[in-house]
């Protein structure tokens, strides 16, 4: 009730950035305002969230902003040039790619939450466990996690679908299998900077068990550089995932998803380039922003790289 | 700041400071060992394990019981795995990975035909990438914050975030189909097929070798599209680190102290600062090369070169697993030992790293 008292009195702008923070949920509010502060000027970054703003709305408002789910047939009106009717045309079956394109824009935020969903607590977990308890766990879990390092990602996904069968679960499970070793890596060196700090040394004190600490004190020391790292890494999931569809091992048909749908246009390519060129521009716009919204994340969560 | 031995994280923290030469030797060839052990048991699990019934995905769901049997036999699908895994091992360093159910040679074969094409356009495409993205790195770095600046790292950024067999595809429309300024998909066109005698199955070699211009223009002609898509990657990547590099560099005192000696601009970015930036950009180098071994199967599918990458994805298709786990296995190595190599080059060139 404090706190709703103080914003309502002087405001929530002087509340933000007052030099003696109250309390702790206080402190907290204003590291982040700070943090939107100097995010606000980088005019990349900005160009980046607002990108993935756009799809998430695009994606929240699907039902709305098409007239079907991008999967009804009209075979006599295939292979249409973009039009007013269709603002991106037809592709070879009569389905309109407008209306494919926004419900793609789902099965890629699916694609991408799924794999951060995966990969996240995986690396954080053999990271922060490697690093903290040190010794032979520490050995086992790093050459693990360097054996998968070494790896050629794309073909290992690719090896992976096909003896799974393809879908698109599947080529999610192929990306996550050979994503999250450099999460350990990133966790384990986060985690090493912390383990003899003080506030750990407390906790030990105390009596907190071994996971309490590497939970609830050394996981969200990790947190900040995990994220920065899966936005970047964001660009290249959803480009992993759409090659796997252009190869016809990603989503199966009729699924709009974007790079299965450039595959179905390749044939039609020297006549009707809009079928292919379309859903390459959505992957584009995605990736690009995913990476801008990543680098400028870095430059305010991760002031060390800033400099640069 | 202190700087990390290798930038990257490449190979970072496998070396631990050990006092002599010899151990660091061991330690070396044990990481690499357990590399390779970790390569094979993967593949072998996708290959193996992780069918249903290997045995059923080659003779088929109509061959007789004893057909069946036969190659359940012949597969050693009887045997304990373990036992499966270790005579998969063996057979692999003896270089054989069985026939290829599609091509009916043995895979090694298939792969000594294909792999030569891939390297000729991995190759190419780094050397591109290379003469490009380094001077695009530099000069972005001293015109930091300035237009040319934003320039290098938005055509870096778009360089991450294009599907290349996209960009491949909307080439070959352009500058095949509407402008007719290059040739088509394929490694050279049909009728020069047979012409050359294989001597290195680098096309662009062995016509040279034989003085066929002819063949060697129309396949550098078939070259050039595949080979700019994957070097826009490639000097993406360069680009982005050379510049990141180069800023470092810039900002440390021995740059100050030159440029206070009086010297040209131009002797300090190149004979100074860049001479520090050649030795960390060895492992970057490295690692787009390794990259661009296995980005271009997409490559490959789109423009039909007739490489590895192509290979494993036809036989993705017709189930012709012995290929598929063949093709994986050798960019897998391939892969390890490009990475392994930079590392260990790195570490030569760089006193600091050793």
């Known amino acids: ?308 | 700041m202190p700087k990390s031995d290798a930038p990257n994280g490449v190979g970072a923290g496998i070396f631990p400071p050990l006092p002599s030469f010899f151990r660091k030797l061991v330690s070396f060839s044990l990481t690499l060992m357990l590399t390779f052990i970790g390569l094979m048991a993967v593949t072998f699990v996708i290959g193996r394990v992780l069918p249903t019934d290997p045995a059923m995905a080659i003779v088929g769901n109509r061959a007789s019981e004893e057909v069946y049997q036969a190659m359940r036999l012949q597969l050693g699908l009887e045997k304990p795995i373990i036992v499966q895994f270790w005579l998969f091992l063996k057979s692999a360093l003896h270089g054989d990975f069985g026939q290829s159910i599609m091509t009916s040679r043995p895979v090694v074969d298939d792969i000594k035909r294909f792999f030569p094409a891939t390297l000729e356009l991995a190759t190419l495409a780094t050397f591109l990438g290379i003469i490009i993205g380094i001077p695009m790195g530099v000069v972005a770095a001293v015109n930091q914050g300035r237009i040319i600046d934003h320039i290098v790292r938005v055509l870096g950024l778009i360089g991450y975030s294009v599907p290349i067999f996209w960009l491949g595809m909307v080439a070959l429309l352009v500058f095949y189909a509407r402008l007719d300024w290059l040739p088509g998909p394929g490694r050279f066109e049909f009728y020069y097929e047979g012409v050359v005698t294989p001597v290195t199955g680098v096309i662009l070699i062995d016509s040279a070798i034989a003085g066929e211009w002819e063949v060697f223009r129309n396949a550098l002609g078939h070259i050039i599209l595949p080979a700019s898509m994957l070097a826009f990657y490639s000097l993406a990547y360069i680009a982005r680190m050379t510049r990141s590099f180069m800023l470092d560099q810039l900002n440390q005192e021995y740059v100050l102290t030159a440029r206070v000696k009086g010297l040209p601009e131009r002797t300090v970015i190149w004979n100074h600062a860049f001479r520090n930036v050649l030795v960390q950009l060895i492992t970057v180098i490295g690692l787009s090369y390794a990259n661009l071994l296995e980005g271009s199967v997409l490559t490959e599918t789109v423009f039909a070169w007739p490489g590895i990458g192509l290979y494993i994805t036809n036989s993705l298709f017709n189930a012709d697993m012995n290929a598929v786990i063949g093709g994986t296995v050798v960019v897998g190595v391939c892969f390890v030992g490009i990475n392994m190599l930079s590392d260990i080059l790195y570490r030569m060139v760089d006193p600091r790293a050793r």
Not at chain 1, 33 to 49: D, H, Q, R
Not at chain 1, 266 to 272: K, M, P, T, V, W
Request: aromatic content about 8%; some cysteine.
């Open chain 1, 1 to 308: 009730m404090a706190d709703i008292q103080n914003i309502t009195d002087g405001g929530l702008r002087t509340w933000l950035l007052s030099d003696s923070p109250a309390n702790a949920f206080q402190a907290r509010a204003q590291r982040a305002y700070v943090g939107w502060l100097t995010f606000k000027t980088n005019p990349i970054a900005m160009i980046g969230l607002i990108i993935i703003a756009l799809l998430l709305i695009v994606a929240a408002l699907a039902p709305v902003l098409t007239a079907g789910e991008g999967i009804e047939q009209d075979l006599a009106n295939r292979l249409l040039p973009p039009s007013g009717e269709h603002w991106f045309g037809t592709d070879e079956l009569g389905r309109d790619i407008y209306d494919r394109i926004i419900w793609g824009a789902r099965v890629t935020l699916y694609i991408v939450f799924l794999v951060s969903i995966i990969v996240m607590p995986i690396g954080l977990l053999i990271g922060t466990v490697a690093g903290y308890m040190g010794g032979w766990v520490d050995t086992v879990l790093m050459r693990i996690t360097d054996i998968f390092l070494a790896f050629p990602r794309l073909i290992l996904a690719l090896a992976f679908v096909s003896a799974l069968g393809p879908g698109l679960e599947n080529a999610i499970i192929a990306i996550a299998v050979t994503t999250w070793s450099p999460y350990a890596r990133l966790a384990r060196a986060e985690t090493l900077t912390v383990r003899k700090s003080e506030y750990i040394l407390a906790a030990q004190i105390q009596g907190a068990s071994t996971w309490r600490i590497v939970i609830s004190h050394v996981v969200p020391m990790c947190m900040s550089s995990i994220i920065i790292r899966l936005t970047l890494d964001m660009a290249g999931i959803i480009l992993t995932a759409a090659g796997l569809g252009f190869l016809g091992l990603g989503a199966q048909p009729p699924l709009p998803e974007w790079g299965a749908m450039i595959s179905t246009g390749r044939d039609f390519l020297l006549d009707q380039w809009w079928i292919s060129t379309i859903p390459g521009f959505a992957i584009l716009i995605v990736s690009l922003g995913f990476n801008l919204l990543g680098d400028g994340l870095r430059d305010v969560l991760d002031p060390r790289a800033a400099s640069e």
